[in-house]
């Protein structure tokens, strides 16, 4: 009886190995094929934050591809320089007219008034 359970036991044991480990020629889990960004950054407009919320890269066996997340973030560090350069000319023009609107000696004077002088 003893030698019986033993012999079942390493029947069952082997069996338990042999799938587990794939025993065959064909692959357990089949290769799948890399994934690519699919919805990329828009070209023909600006990046906004709808864009960035909708964007999903793809995973690679050990994280993200790198490609993809290099791209994605040259867009965007380019994009916030733009911004950045739109953004300080837009305050070197407004302090420009402050300056301007400052210095002209009729600054309370209502438009169409004449000057009293």
Known sequence: MFLFLLIAM????????LAVVGGGDR???PESAPE?????LPTTR???????EALRLPVAPR??????VDEVLARLGAELAERDSRI???ESALAGAQA???????LFKNPGEEDPR
């Open 100 to 106: 301007t609107a400052v210095g002209r000696p009729d």
């Open 10 to 17: 390493v029947v069952v044991v082997t069996a338990v190995t």
């Open 36 to 40: 690519h960004l699919v919805d990329p």
């Open 88 to 90: 300080a000319e837009l």
């Open 46 to 52: 600006p990046v906004g934050r709808a864009d960035i």
């Open 63 to 68: 994280g993200y591809r790198m490609a993809d």
């Open 27 to 29: 692959e357990v889990l």
